[in-house]
């Protein structure tokens, strides 16, 4: 292997755990200082919806962080096995879901700022929106490439 490969790869990694432990550490003082929000604001049911939202978001994005980890890790042997193509569809799914979570969210709260495409009163498209889209299609061409080059491997063991 390249040695700036092994550099790119122990940055990557040292990034993405330093990132886990930074949003593992805001989601759980947002569920500890939620807690009295929740109680305090309980019937104002669209200030409670939003921030709920906003915590799943966060949720998703640590599980994006996990799966990312995990095929960091296995690209120390191969990175061409089927977990990895699963993981990447899982990500492709998160953030697709939130995608679907930030439009009702944005519809909640009120839609304010830089919109790409505004046809009528809920009907719109954001930045973020955008890049969730774009984002969740390219893990889904990123599974694909990885289930090809798994079958063209297969079959080149297989020829020897």
């Known amino acids: 292997m ?8 122990s940055i990557l990694s040292s990034s993405l755990i330093m990132l886990f432990f930074a949003l593992g550490l805001i989601l759980i003082m947002a569920v500890f200082m939620g807690i009295p929000f929740i109680f305090n604001n309980s019937k104002d049911t669209g200030t409670l919806v ?7 978001i966060g949720l998703t994005y640590l599980i994006m962080i996990v799966f990312l980890l995990d095929i960091v890790s296995t690209s120390r042997v191969n990175i061409f096995v089927k977990s990895n193509v699963k993981k990447f569809k899982n990500i492709g799914y998160l953030l697709l879901a939130n995608l679907i979570l930030d439009y009702i969210l944005t519809i909640i709260d009120g839609v304010s700022g830089l919109r790409f495409l ?8 954001t930045p973020g929106m955008a890049i969730y889209f774009i984002a969740g299609l390219l893990c889904f061409v990123i599974a694909d ?8 491997k297969e079959e080149n063991e297989f020829t020897v």
Do not use: E, S
């Open 145 to 152: 490439a990885f289930d090809q080059a798994i079958t063209i």
């Open 50 to 56: 939003f921030y709920i939202g906003v915590f799943i």
């Open 118 to 125: 505004d046809l009528a009163p809920g009907v719109f498209i």
């Open 2 to 9: 390249l040695k700036n490969t092994t550099k790119t790869k």
